[in-house]
């Protein structure tokens, strides 16, 4: 809503000799909700990674609060995936031997944080995403919904400044689905982070402010503003 | 090591397993061979104590699967590798062992083809490299059962070789391996072929 | 012009060239399967009106003794009145699904900058979508939110199915995994 807080120029990336990104341009503002749609092969998770600094791009450079992530340092790289950003993924990022409140307290103790003092934060994030109830339960024991709002916690519990979801609520049903997505905007917009949200589902995407639709690798110009309707 | 006695399963109204009965000892590398709808992966996820049966009991090292909490006792490997974005390559493999403070198989990465790409985040590798990130993960504690859910699915010929002799070496390591898959090149290694046809064992 | 969509649907195919009634009423009913059929009647009248609001214009009449073989062809204002009609927008809710499905189909078999349009459409309908989610929020009786839900479905129904339209048309169908 003020500054650009994260920004794609001319991002490209290919997986052997399929292009994925041929070229994307992008910006997400300082506490804004951005929905990327797209064609399925359009390169939006691809995209995801990019930003996220998973992934390094063959050309173009992404930018986190004006600073290049390719000119970071491999350590400054990881703090910055670790403490500024959290990552949502469509289902399987529970680490099964452990239970929902260790998987939620997993990068703070990466961070070095005092394991009770880390393990208070992450009982507190999963009352906050309605899964207190499961905090002893092992990732195998959980529903759809609950195994995707500890990953939700997980992913807020260092306090980021952007959130990325790749199809969160890919594998739930509508009602599971649409609490969980609830839950993570709500949670979101509480501790002013910006959401990057990767979606083929236009009810998923209405909930953002805004829509960036990346088609063949590269963003589509906006639409101009609609002529009056009849 | 592992005993299932008469277990039907059912999820919804579906019955997956019916009445399987099975009985495995000691160290060796076991396969559940069986097309997709066999109940192979139901039977590995009632073994690594995910989930409880329907009917009849499943039992590892004498007590109830579902009880084991222990990953030296009963790792798992499944079908979406449950990797922790966050972490790298390595700091996923050997969090069994950083979380108990146990010393690690020096070789245990570089023997899986990891080494290389021991500090990439781990999603910035490849499947067949992340699912090879998880087998070690499942394996590094030397656990006394490694449940592993079709562990080849994203392996080329250039690396399965790596992960099969990674399974052998862990069955003669002492690990009772038990490996869900319709891949024949691990059944080509396996000490005990257990074939699973539409929820029941298939007498050969 | 009064906005009379089959008068448009016309309209568009005149666009493609000259034609007859006859085929300008087969053109409709090929385009729109689960329409009712346009009865001839119909056919006549709108072109008629077309003709005197100077929308299209007679070009050949042939009468050899059969059937009425009067061509008709676009004018300037007609294809002036068209491109009018097919860059505004329509209106998102199940009441208007019809007008929204003339639109796009003539939008789409036209060519010309079906892309723009469908952008428009689809961000049109994302805010309103936006906005019934806003309203669901507040609501407080399930009643409003459940009717809420339905327009909702409704709106999104049409989103898939204006890009699955351009996906046919255009013959790059995308696999939907």
């Not at chain 1, 099964?96 to 005092?114: C, D, G, I, M, S």
Request: net charge neutral.
């Amino acid at each position: 809503m003020t500054g650009v807080l994260l920004a794609a120029h001319a991002v490209r990336k290919a997986f052997g000799r399929t292009e994925a990104l041929r070229g994307a341009t992008l910006s997400i503002g300082d506490g804004e909700v951005v929905a990327v749609t797209g064609p399925s092969g359009s390169g939006k998770s691809t995209l995801l990674m990019c930003l996220a600094g998973v992934l390094r791009p063959e050309a173009g450079r992404v930018e986190y609060g004006g600073r290049r992530l390719d000119e970071l340092s491999e350590r400054d790289r990881t703090r910055l995936r670790r403490r500024e950003f959290g990552l949502v993924l469509q289902f399987g990022q529970l680490v099964p031997e452990l239970t929902a409140a260790q998987n939620v307290a997993l990068p703070l103790l990466f961070e070095r944080h005092e394991r009770a003092a880390a393990m208070r934060s992450a009982l507190a994030w999963l009352e906050r995403l309605g899964a207190d109830d499961v905090a002893s339960a092992r990732p195998g024991e959980l529903s759809g919904g609950e195994a995707q709002r500890v990953a939700i916690a997980r992913a807020l519990v260092t306090g980021p400044r952007v959130i990325f979801a790749d199809e969160p609520t890919g594998a739930l049903d509508t009602v599971s689905g649409d609490r969980v997505l609830n839950a993570l905007l709500t949670a979101a917009r509480a501790s002013y982070a910006s959401v990057v949200l990767v979606t083929h589902d236009n009810r998923v995407a209405a909930h953002a402010d805004r829509e960036i639709v990346l088609r063949d690798g590269v963003v589509e110009p906006v639409a101009s503003p609609a002529a009056a309707t009849p | 090591m592992i005993r299932v006695d008469n277990v039907t399963h059912r999820q919804g109204t579906v019955t997956i397993l019916r009445d399987v009965s099975l009985s495995l000892g000691g160290a060796a590398l076991v396969v559940l061979a069986g097309r997709s709808g066999s109940g192979k992966s139901t039977l590995c996820h009632l073994v690594a104590g995910v989930m409880r049966p329907s009917a009849g009991s499943v039992l590892v090292a004498d007590g109830p699967a579902h009880r084991v909490r222990d990953w030296a006792v009963v790792s798992l490997l499944p079908q979406r590798l449950a990797l922790a974005p966050e972490l790298s390559v390595a700091e996923n493999a050997l969090l069994p062992a950083r979380l108990r403070g146990r010393a690690v198989d020096p070789l245990l990465l570089e023997s899986l083809g990891l080494d290389a790409i021991a500090d990439r985040p781990v999603h910035e590798t490849s499947l067949g490299e992340q699912q090879r990130t998880a087998l070690a993960r499942a394996l590094v504690l030397g656990p006394s059962v490694a449940v592993l859910d079709e562990p080849t699915g994203h392996q080329d010929d250039e690396h399965v070789g790596l992960l099969l002799d990674a399974l052998v070496t862990a069955a003669r390591a002492g690990t009772l391996v038990l490996v869900a898959t319709h891949d024949q090149r691990v059944i080509d290694v396996a000490d005990e072929t257990v074939r699973l046809r539409s929820g029941r064992i298939a007498a050969d | 012009m009064t906005p009379v969509s089959v008068a448009h649907v016309l309209l568009g195919v005149l666009a493609h060239g000259p034609a007859h009634g006859y085929d300008l009423k087969r053109a409709h009913d090929a385009r729109f399967p689960s329409a009712k059929p346009l009865a001839y009647g119909q056919v006549y009248t709108a072109l008629a009106k077309l003709e005197r609001e100077g929308l299209v214009e007679v070009v050949e009449t042939k009468r050899d003794g059969g059937p009425d073989r009067t061509t008709y062809a676009l004018t300037d204002e007609g294809a002036a009145a068209l491109r009018d009609w097919l860059a505004t927008t329509e209106s998102p809710g199940p009441y208007s699904a019809d007008d929204l499905v003339r639109k796009a189909v003539t939008a789409l078999r036209l060519g010309t900058d079906a892309a723009g349009f469908l952008r428009s459409q689809r961000a049109v309908h994302l805010a309103r979508m936006r906005d019934l989610l806003t309203r669901q929020r507040a609501a407080a009786e399930v009643d409003a939110r459940i009717e809420i839900d339905h327009t909702i479905f409704h709106l999104d129904a049409d989103l898939r199915w204006l890009e699955t339209a351009a996906g046919r048309v255009s013959g790059k169908e995308t696999d939907q995994s």
